[in-house]
Every structure is written in structure tokens, then in C-alpha cells.
């Protein structure tokens, strides 16, 4: 597997990638059609735009996998490339899993082996003063680029990632696809390359992988770019949004959120022109017909003539918003307690633990999100509360009128390609409901007409999520219990999704590594760890201020413990190198920090103090100013203001995080 990429099509300037009309197209269909941009050096960029649009193209382009069919494409001859892909490269299944995550990074393994191949020649001749010269060289190389730590620090990746110091000596073919993409991850971001591109890289995270990989990004110092479906990472690692849409690439300066209300507001300025050149369109004609026959009109029939053909249509940009149903219909009436679980132990195989001692009650109403790394047991404890699987120990107690409706993480994958959207209701619905009724729920869900015969193998991801959603409500359930229910979805059928289920009047328990989709659904967080489960009585940033709490006191409570015991003075010597390390890489960072902290301040104070003089201005009694203008001044200054407060709040928010592990690892000396 090969992620660097050391050579590249032109040098210009210090500007890190331009596009200049690039086209490209596969058979009659235009991918892109003289598209241009550019990013600049150190950028962070979130490349969005509808499935099938173009964006994995993007990135084989730049990269040189794929080459354009007209323009040019320019990239600095010497930047390397890291670029993970959604799909996996070929790698050696016999491969231990640390060798492969430590060769990763970049010219180390030249390095290695030509220090190896020196250190095998000064066996046999010792005294070769070129060779040592060379050796000493390569050696303060190796170390300057991290070479003698490379371990440690591909531990550390692979750590964050949810891998088990257990597993690292495994071989990479033990691996699920999902664990293998982990691993390819590690590599990447440990190749530090000066260009980095990710593809969907949270597709197989959880959530707390997702968390360590955002918090690992913001300490990149190179140029990223990152294809997401991922709001959370989108928000809040990127300054600069390119839409890929209709074989065009378009430039945002700002992050997701930005980019969506900006996008918003030029469509509806579109709109308003396009209105007015179509009424104008519309006059022209009416007076062309009107005095077309008439010899002293003549003239002026021709100039108008002249004029509607001069008259260029206003590209509309598509609406953003989601063009499906997702419609929850409102639940029947349940008990207040809707499902009680007592003392529940669950392995799968005797001695193999998933859950134990679990206590439960969920509540009517309750909107609740549960988190944790893969394998510690979400998926098991959805199906202990939907009753698809009975406690090996304990009970599980349903409420009063309790119906489930249940959605397995991989259902909307199992879809029986050959039957149809009708067939599929039809077959989970109760006996006594009609054909009638079916094709009622399914046109709620967007399947009305024609569209209720299509068949499974031609529905995109949004339509299977909303086929699933149909199945279930065809029998209304007042628990609904989803595994995974985003996974499928663009980023505008996530919001509508999370929207409906955030006004749904049910109960809900669902599985999602999609921070976003947490934050704005859920009310109450359950995180599953070590076996067990623990209940947090708010959302998701409630869910995180407690953790912060835990993991301060945990490290006072470590600083203030008795000394450990006496290590040899080898493991002690290590221990001050890990920690050294550690303490440089959290340094860069904490500056970081820092600087974007007092730069969102900065920024922030001097909106407002503009933003004072607009308004003064509006309210001067004489009355003599540029209204429009300063209005719409005055809307940029408050989206500024808005985005701004947003990554000051995360910056101080990572920066205190960052100073308890910063202050921890001083006080150890």
C-alpha cells in the first residue's frame, strides 16, 4: 500500500494545489467541466457536494491516480501526499500490525534500510571513513524526523483508534475491513505528509475514535482536505468549504456551517435574479408580438430582438435541502416506564463478557444516545432493550403497552434486491392492515405512485433509510430502537432524520458515531465501557463537561497517590523520553491553541466594534446612508461574529483539555 506520493506535475509559486479549468469526464458524463480553484498552503478544507458527484475523483486527480482531460493541475514538485482512501489498497495479511502502521513514515523506511545496509558494511570494514560519515549523517536524520520513536508514537495512533496493545503484534489479515481501515489511518496521519486526504475517514469510527481523530487533525500542521459526511469534523477543523456540484467546484471561506447559510443566501439572490430577468424576458416578448407588424415599429422590434438575445439565463444552485419524507407518525400510548433492566449480565459465549450488571430504566419520551468503542457492547444493549436477545443474567422487564420498532445496523444492506418497496411493507405489516394502509406509509415516506414498485437494488442510501423507516412505522412503535440509522445518509438527510426524531413524541434508543446527530437528537447519553453502563442524565455536550470533570480528578488523584515503585534506570530513561515526547508534541499544539484563541477574540472585538458603527449609522436621524449596503454588511458581520465565537469556543474548550494532560506530564519529574 502506497500513501505518498514524493513527485507531482508542476511547481508554481507557494500555493499548494491549483486547478486551472479542469475537465474531466467518464463516457458522456462531465465529471468536471473547466473547473478551477485553489487552495493555498496550510489550509483546511471540507470538500462537500451530493454522492456520485465527483469528490473521490478530486482526490485521485490531485494525486495523479486519474489524469485530467483538459487544463492544468498544479502541486509543488517535492509535497508528499497522504491519502486514504474509502476503499483498501493492497497490503500483506502477514504483516503484525504495528510494522505496518510504524513503516509508514515517509522517507523513514529509506533511511532504515540504508542505515542497515552501512551498519552490515562496517562489520566488515570498520575504519571506512565515508561509510561512518554517512552512517552519522543518516542517524542524526533518523532521529530529527522521528525515527527512534516511530513505535511509540504508532502505539499511540493505534491507541486512539480503539486497537488493544494485545493486537498489535496480529497480523493485519486478522482484521475486519473496518479495523483494517483503522490501521490505514494510523499510517496515514503518522506519514506527516505536507498534503493530507481523507476520504470519508469516520465511515468505520466510533465515537470516541472520531473525537481522537478530530483532536489529532487540529494538531496537523500541513494542508488538509477532507470528504465528510461528518458534521462535527467538518465544523470543526475546516476554514474553507469547496462544493463539488454539477461538474463545478465552487469556494466557501468558512466551515460546513458557514458554507450552508452563505450557499443559502446566494440561491435565494439567484432566485430573485433570475425572477427579474424572466419578467424581463417576458416584456421583451409581449412587445416584439405586439409590434411586430406595424412598419414604424421596425426598428425598435429588431433592437429588442437583439436585446432577449443578449440576455444570459442566472444559474440557479440546487436546494440544499432534503428532497425525501422522513415522517414519524405519532406513537400509541405507552406506560411511563417503557423497559426495565435489572442487574442484566450477557456473553454470547461462557466466559466471554459483554455486558454486566447493567441497570436500566428508560423512560417515556426519553431521547437516548449510546456511546462507546466498537466492540464494548452498543449494538448487544440495543437488542437486550428492543428484546431481541434475553439477559444470560438479570431480567429485562417491558412497560405497559410497549411496541418495538427495531432497525438492525445492517438491515438496509440485506434488502432483497428483487422486491420492491410495496413488497417489503407489505410483508412486515400485521395481518389486518390493508393494501390500502400499506401504500398510505409508504407514500408518507416518499413512495407514492409509481415509486412504491421500485425495486431494492436501484434505491440510493437515503431511500433504503426511508423504506427501513416505512417497514417499521407500517405497525406504529412508541420505542424506536436504531442501530447505526445514519450510516447510508448525505449530510442533509442526517439533519431531516435528526429533526424528525428530535419531534418524534416516542421513546428512542439509537447507536450512531455521528457526533452531530447525538448532539441534536438525544437527551440522554448511555456510555458503554469495561462491561458496563453508565447514564447521563443530559445530551452530548453535558455527556462531555462530566468526562473533562472525571478525567481532572483522575489525574489529581494520580499526581497526589503514592509513588510507585522504583524502576530500573532503563525504564526510567524511557519513561522521561515518552514523556518528553509527549510534553513537544502537546507544546506545538497548546500553542496552536493559544494563537487561534486570541486570534477568534481578536477577530470577534473587532466585528463588534463595526458592527456598533453600522448600527449607529442605521439610526442617524438624517437618514443619509447606503441601507442595503450597510444591511448587508451588517448580516456578514453577524455570520463572522457567529463563526468566529464557534471556533473560539472550541479552541478554549480543546485548550483546557489539553492543559490538565500538559500540566499532568510537567509535575512528573
Not at 472 to 483: E, H, K, R
Request: proline residues 4%; glycine residues 8%; charged residues 30%.
Amino acid at each position: 500500500m502506497k500513501y505518498i506520493y514524493p513527485l507531482f506535475i508542476t511547481t508554481h509559486g507557494c500555493n499548494m494545489i491549483d486547478f486551472n479549468e479542469v475537465s474531466k469526464s467518464y463516457g458522456a458524463r462531465d465529471i468536471f467541466n473547466a473547473a478551477g480553484f485553489r487552495v493555498e498552503k496550510g489550509e483546511r478544507v471540507g470538500v462537500v457536494g451530493p454522492n456520485g458527484s465527483g469528490k473521490s475523483t478530486l482526490f485521485s486527480l490531485i494525486t495523479g491516480e486519474l489524469s485530467a482531460d483538459k487544463g492544468e493541475i498544479v502541486i509543488p514538485r517535492k509535497a508528499r501526499i497522504g491519502h486514504l482512501r474509502q476503499q483498501l489498497d493492497f497490503f500483506s495479511g502477514e504483516e503484525p500490525l504495528i510494522e505496518f502502521v510504524a513503516t509508514a513514515g515517509g522517507e523513514l523506511p529509506r533511511l532504515l534500510a540504508r542505515m542497515q545496509e552501512l551498519e552490515t558494511l562496517l562489520k566488515n570494514q570498520p575504519s571506512d571513513p565515508s561509510a561512518l560519515r554517512e552512517l552519522g549523517e543518516l542517524q542524526t536524520r533518523f532521529e530529527h524526523i522521528g525515527g527512534y520513536d516511530i513505535r511509540h508514537r504508532a502505539a499511540a495512533a493505534l491507541a486512539g483508534l480503539g486497537f488493544q496493545e494485545e493486537d498489535r503484534n496480529r497480523p493485519m489479515g486478522d482484521f475486519s475491513g473496518g479495523w483494517q481501515m483503522r490501521a490505514c489511518m494510523a499510517r496515514t496521519l503518522l506519514s506527516e505528509p505536507d498534503i493530507l486526504l481523507l476520504d470519508e475517514p469516520s465511515n468505520y469510527l466510533d465515537i470516541p475514535a472520531v473525537e481522537w481523530l478530530q483532536k489529532r487533525l487540529r494538531a496537523f500542521e500541513g494542508t488538509l482536505m477532507l470528504i465528510s459526511h461528518d458534521r462535527f469534523l467538518l465544523n470543526s477543523l475546516t476554514t474553507v468549504t469547496l462544493e463539488v456540484n454539477n461538474a463545478k467546484v465552487v469556494r466557501y471561506p468558512g466551515n460546513y456551517q458557514y458554507y450552508v447559510r452563505e450557499r443559502e443566501e446566494r440561491r435565494h439572490h439567484a432566485e430573485s435574479a433570475a425572477a427579474n430577468i424572466e419578467r424581463k424576458k417576458e416584456q421583451l416578448e409581449r412587445n416584439i408580438e405586439r409590434f411586430r407588424a406595424k412598419a414604424s415599429k421596425a426598428a425598435q422590434v429588431q433592437s429588442w430582438i437583439k436585446m432577449l438575445d443578449r440576455i444570459e439565463d442566472v444559474d440557479v444552485p440546487d436546494d440544499l435541502h432534503f428532497r425525501g419524507t422522513i415522517r414519524i407518525p405519532p406513537p400509541p400510548h405507552s406506560g411511563v416506564e417503557v423497559v426495565r433492566l435489572e442487574n442484566v449480565d450477557f456473553a454470547y459465549e461462557e466466559g466471554k463478557t459483554i455486558l454486566s450488571g447493567v441497570d436500566l430504566r428508560v423512560e417515556r419520551g426519553e431521547k437516548i444516545g449510546i456511546i462507546g468503542y466498537n466492540g464494548a457492547g452498543k449494538t448487544t444493549l440495543l437488542k437486550l432493550i428492543a428484546g431481541r436477545l434475553n439477559p444470560t443474567h438479570g431480567t429485562r422487564t417491558p412497560g405497559h403497552k410497549v411496541v418495538v420498532g427495531y432497525q438492525a445496523q445492517e438491515f438496509a444492506e440485506l434488502l432483497p434486491p428483487e422486491m420492491s418497496v410495496y413488497d417489503i411493507v407489505r410483508q412486515a405489516a400485521a395481518a389486518d392492515v390493508s393494501g390500502q394502509r400499506v401504500r398510505e406509509i409508504v407514500g408518507a415516506f416518499g413512495f407514492s405512485g409509481e415509486d412504491a414498485g421500485k425495486l431494492c437494488k436501484v434505491l440510493s442510501g437515503g431511500e433504503k433509510i426511508r423504506l427501513c423507516f416505512a417497514r417499521i412505522f407500517v405497525n406504529p412503535p412508541n420505542l424506536l430502537v436504531l442501530d447505526e440509522p445514519t450510516t447510508h445518509l448525505d449530510i442533509a438527510a442526517r439533519e431531516a432524520l435528526q429533526q424528525s426524531i428530535h419531534d418524534y413524541s416516542g421513546t428512542v434508543c439509537m447507536v450512531s458515531h455521528d457526533v452531530e446527530f447525538l448532539r441534536g437528537a438525544a437527551d440522554v447519553i448511555l456510555e458503554v465501557r469495561h462491561h458496563r453502563v453508565t447514564r447521563f442524565q443530559g445530551g452530548y455536550d453535558y455527556y462531555k463537561e462530566k468526562l473533562l470533570e472525571l478525567e481532572q480528578k483522575n489525574a489529581a488523584q494520580t499526581l497526589s497517590a503514592d509513588p510507585q515503585p522504583a524502576l530500573s534506570s532503563d525504564s526510567q530513561k524511557e519513561r522521561r523520553k515518552e514523556r518528553a515526547a509527549r510534553r513537544q508534541e502537546l507544546s506545538k499544539e497548546k500553542k496552536r491553541l493559544e494563537n487561534l484563541v486570541a486570534e477568534m477574540e481578536n477577530r470577534i472585538e473587532q466585528a463588534e466594534s463595526e458592527k456598533a458603527e453600522i448600527i449607529a449609522a442605521l439610526s442617524a436621524p438624517d437618514g443619509k446612508c447606503d441601507f442595503a449596503a450597510l444591511q448587508k454588511r451588517l448580516n456578514e458581520l453577524e455570520n463572522s461574529i457567529n463563526d468566529a465565537t464557534m471556533q473560539w469556543e472550541n479552541a478554549a474548550s480543546a485548550l483546557e483539555t489539553l492543559m490538565t494532560e500538559y500540566n499532568a506530564i510537567a509535575s512528573c519529574r
